[in-house]
Nanobody, 125 residues
Framework: VQLQASGGGLVQAGGSLRLSCAAS????????MAWFRQPPGKEREFVAA????????YYEDSVKGRFTISRDNAKNTVDLQMNSLKPEDTAVYYC???????????????????WGQGTQVTVSS
């Protein structure tokens, strides 16, 4: 299983970025896909998740209404559209996947077996 995250960069507050996670080696229909982030000097935290097979998406409260997680079946990617970015969104963003997560565990980073390498997002004020 390989997850490759891309799309990070430097953006001014209020701007937008779109992250993409290219996945291979998964049985996509069985997997939960997620984005986590690790701000400087802090622990990794949940951002968003969705079942590849569909259903509701889950978001951390501070990104609701600003971030959208989606999948592209043709490209086998899971994307994170980030709008109205704030300096506190600055972090290394990681994509993650797992085939056996129950709904109550989607926000738990320990529940995910597969991780991408991370992509840096820096939001300047």
């Amino acid at each position: 299983v390989q997850l490759q995250a891309s799309g990070g960069g430097l953006v001014q507050a209020g701007g937008s970025l779109r992250l993409s996670c290219a996945a291979s080696g998964l049985t996509f229909s069985r997997n939960t896909m997620a984005w986590f982030r690790q701000p400087p000097g802090k622990e990794r935290e949940f951002v968003a998740a969705m079942r590849w097979s569909g259903g509701p998406a889950y978001y951390e409260d501070s990104v609701k209404g600003r971030f959208t997680i989606s999948r592209d079946n043709a490209k086998n990617t899971v994307d994170l559209q980030m709008n109205s970015l704030k300096p506190e969104d600055t972090a290394v963003y990681y994509c993650a996947a797992d085939g056996s997560i129950i709904i109550t565990a989607v926000r738990n980073m320990d529940a995910y077996d597969y991780w991408g390498q991370g992509t840096q997002v820096t939001v300047s004020s």
